[in-house]
């Protein structure tokens, strides 16, 4: 069974920087696509960034595009973004994902596992 735990959120400025991490356990990360989805209070969950298995493509929401970056480690079966120029519409519990790889990591299939989230708040 996949497991994920998320780590570095946290309270920044806004035009700051944050890094999340997320690490995976229990099965090879390389065999499933990962990505970080975020949910803010009275929102619904939406894909921020995600990459494939190999860390080759990585794929972008519209909120983080230009702003984030998305990366992997499989050696050490980890997950990070960095987030840079933060605004604080980006206030949200951000959740670590991963489900088995696909042809294409924009496919629309279901994001399996999920981490328990973690807190980032910008202030204004």
Request: hydrophobic content about 35%.
């Amino acid at each position: 069974q996949v497991q994920l735990v998320e780590s570095g959120g946290g309270l920044v400025q806004a035009g700051g920087s944050l890094k999340v991490s997320c690490v995976l356990s229990g099965r090879t990360a390389s065999g499933y696509d990962m990505g970080w989805f975020r949910q803010a209070p009275g929102k619904e969950r939406e894909l921020v960034a995600a990459i494939n298995w190999a860390g080759s493509t990585p794929y972008y929401g519209g909120p983080a595009e230009g702003r984030f970056t998305i990366s992997r480690n499989n050696a050490k079966s980890t997950m990070s973004m960095q987030m840079n120029s933060l605004k604080p519409e980006d206030t949200a519990v951000y959740y670590c994902a991963a489900r088995g790889s696909q042809m294409h990591i924009g496919s629309s299939a279901p994001y399996e596992f999920w981490g328990q989230g973690t807190q980032v708040t910008v202030s204004s």
